[in-house]
């Protein structure tokens, strides 16, 4: 076969073409720090980067619930911790009430300060978190103290009602974790007509110590309720710190995988690079003496 000057030429420029192309392609490699910018440059790559990145993705929506979950727990625990604290207030100024030596009106003082501490356990009840109320189950955009109604001389025309439904959040696939605790089964049951504090009030407007007195087992109940309301918070808390170890360990994961899969090694993408750069060089270099020189280069 006869090879022409003009065979030649096209072949060389055409290997420069290829050349410049990997320059190219590895220049923007070390740009963007990524093996590929486009699909078509690894289907298969790009293909399982789009799994890794919708696993990531999930990941980090998990995380965000567990966050979410994390400050109901601890403002739940934060508030029964604070009624624990008021109920155990009430029990002092009973066991103070029940003296023989207190006066009718000492008594009544007495009466007022738990007045003000039900009406602050009620605040209580009322607890915000985003504003969401945590202790009305689904209804969290309803203040539980409004069922609460009474007439013009005091008398009780709707209860104080909390709703008990189950809030849960998925943490992760399948998993779910109910964050709330039922207000109904905690400050209904001590608020309520007829409930633990009413009894109490009622019990001071009168004169018999020993009536008082026995108000003390139904304050050590309705304590006993709150404390194990707060210890199933404490369980769920643990069990949400759990789930957060596991969640940061499967993000870590999973941002490893997806970095295998779609970031470049640095250091091999630069020595390619200057290697490339060198085969570049010697190429023009040797497709200069290629070209046939031309009249002009005579007539210069």
Do not use: C
């Not at 915000?128 to 103290?145: A, V």
Request: hydrophobic fraction near 35%; avoid cysteine; charge should be negative.
């Amino acid at each position: 076969m006869r090879v022409t000057q003009s065979m030649l030429s096209n072949n060389m420029m055409r290997n420069i073409s290829n050349s410049y192309n990997r320059l190219a392609k590895l220049q923007e490699q070390i740009i963007t720090q990524k093996k590929f910018s486009k699909p078509s440059d690894d289907p298969v790559a790009a293909m399982m980067g789009m799994n890794y990145r919708t696993s990531l993705n999930k990941v980090e929506q998990y995380s965000r619930n567990i966050s979410e979950a994390t400050s109901w727990v601890e403002t739940t625990d934060s508030a029964l911790g604070e009624a624990i604290s008021v109920l155990q207030r009430m029990r002092e100024l009973t066991v103070q009430a029940s003296n023989g030596t207190y006066e009718s009106n000492q008594r009544g003082s007495i009466n007022e300060e738990i007045e003000q501490l039900k009406q602050h356990l009620i605040d209580i009840g009322d607890t915000q978190l985003g504003g969401k109320y945590i202790f009305n189950g689904y209804d969290t955009n309803k203040r539980p103290s409004d069922t609460l109604k009474v007439d013009a001389d005091g008398n009780v025309i709707s209860e104080l009602k909390y709703e008990s439904q189950e809030i849960q959040i998925e943490v992760f696939d399948g998993i779910k974790i109910p964050i709330n605790t039922s207000g109904q089964d905690t400050f209904g049951k001590a608020l309520q007509t007829g409930g633990t504090i009413d009894k109490l009030m009622k019990s001071l407007e009168g004169t018999d110590e020993a009536d008082i007195t026995n108000r003390l087992a139904d304050l050590d109940q309705t304590i006993d309720d709150f404390l194990k309301a707060q210890a199933k918070v404490g369980a769920k808390q643990n069990r949400v710190d759990l789930m957060t170890d596991r969640l940061g360990q499967q993000e870590v994961f999973a941002q490893k995988i997806l970095s295998s899969n779609e970031d470049v090694d640095m250091e091999k993408v630069i020595l390619d690079f200057t290697t490339q750069e060198s085969i570049h060089t010697a190429a023009l270099s040797v497709g200069a003496k290629v070209i046939q020189p031309s009249l002009i280069d005579f007539l210069r």
